[in-house]
């Protein structure tokens, strides 16, 4: 009996160790495979919006066919990823990351002995990060030129703000352009022959030629401009923060044609060709406001409820559909144009910000 008791204990704890070995993991373990998880290729052969999250440190990708929250992109560590921009050939996406919370506003300055600003630059097909270009001050955004081939990144400084140019594919510097201070944003026109900085604490926007990368015009807006957004119908739009209102530039000349008052702070301005109307989104209520030409002059028309703390807006190809990221609310809202009704929200990361459609 004390034979067969001494097998039998024997034949237990043999058991035990095959289970523990293939079965039981170490957290580290778990870590190691999540990390052997992030390096696989994805397979985003959808039409996708790519929707940045501020806070949780990584891009999550919406499948624009069923509208469903289909796969996420990680950022290698990094902190506070802000606006992003995506190749003319789709390929590619460019990400700013801030380290900085920036969904309070934009002011500009205050920088000085902060580090982890960079750009990283993914594939939007696999997700895998193709060049991470490390930089010594913060990056707002960074914007593919017409045909693909420059990145321009925009450079903060509280005395005169830097648009670096870098090659793609070899991402080697090419040029440097000085503009003003607190640069936010760096855009281009729809056509590609201008470059719109925004230097937030000048209250100007530095105007740029792609070709020659020289100033073609210095341009007075409101205070604290953020950006100038592009729209299809010649003109740029720069949303004052302070000021709360927005100058549109015509690109033709680089001059501001109008000013629109708002009334509320703005966090993005988009033009809708079809509708002729500009959107324009209204962070402290949560909702997008839009407004039409009456008699020359830009007048609001009505506004729609999204989401705590709206910011980005983003159409579809065919400009039925808008796409609205709710930084507050970690939604993005999706909207019928033509009848400005709201036919759903998508839950997704903490503070989404920046979004761009593959269609």
């Not at 950006?227 to 720069?238: D, F, H, L, V």
């Not at 980005?312 to 909207?335: E, H, L, M, P, R």
Request: charged share 15%; glycine share 8%; with cysteine.
């Amino acid at each position: 009996m004390k034979k067969f008791n001494s097998y039998l204990l024997v034949l237990f704890f043999s058991c035990l160790m095959v289970f523990t070995g293939c079965n039981f993991h170490t957290e580290a373990d778990m870590d190691d495979m999540e990390e052997n998880m992030d390096d696989m290729d994805l397979n985003i052969d959808y039409p996708a919006a790519f929707v940045v999250n501020g806070e949780s440190n990584d891009v999550d990708v919406i499948n624009l066919n069923d509208l469903t929250h289909k796969d996420h992109l990680t950022l290698n560590g990094s902190m506070f990823p802000h606006h992003i921009n995506m190749s003319p050939d789709k390929t590619r996406l460019a990400v700013a990351i801030t380290s900085t919370d920036l969904s309070g506003g934009h002011d500009g300055g205050g920088m000085d002995g902060m580090t982890g600003f960079k750009v990283i630059v993914l594939s939007s097909y696999t997700g895998k990060i193709e060049k991470e270009i490390v930089l010594p001050k913060m990056p707002h955004n960074a914007a593919f030129n017409a045909d693909g081939s420059e990145l321009w990144v925009s450079q903060e400084d509280d005395h005169q703000s830097q648009v670096l140019v870098y090659n793609v594919g070899s991402w080697t510097l090419k040029t440097t352009i000085p503009v003003g201070k607190g640069l936010s944003e760096v855009t281009f026109s729809p056509d590609g022959t201008k470059v719109f900085a925004a230097n937030t604490m000048d209250a100007t926007v530095s105007v740029i030629n792609p070709e020659t990368k020289s100033i073609l015009a210095t341009i007075p807006v409101g205070k604290d401009p953020v950006g100038a957004w592009p729209a299809a119908n010649g003109y740029m739009y720069a949303d004052n923060e302070t000021d709360q209102t927005v100058s549109e530039i015509q690109v033709s000349t680089a001059t501001v044609t109008a000013t629109i008052p708002l009334g509320f702070k703005p966090g993005y301005v988009a033009y809708h060709a079809g509708q002729q109307e500009l959107w324009v989104s209204d962070a402290t209520n949560g909702k997008v406001v839009y407004y039409t030409k009456v008699n020359s002059l830009w007048t609001r028309q009505g506004d729609i409820a999204t989401g705590a703390d709206a910011h980005a807006i983003a159409f579809s190809k065919d400009g039925t559909t808008a796409y609205v990221t709710n930084q507050g609310a970690g939604t993005v809202s999706i909207i019928q144009v033509a009848g400005h009704q709201v036919t759903g929200s998508i839950a997704v990361g903490k503070k989404p910000n920046g979004l761009v459609l593959r269609q």
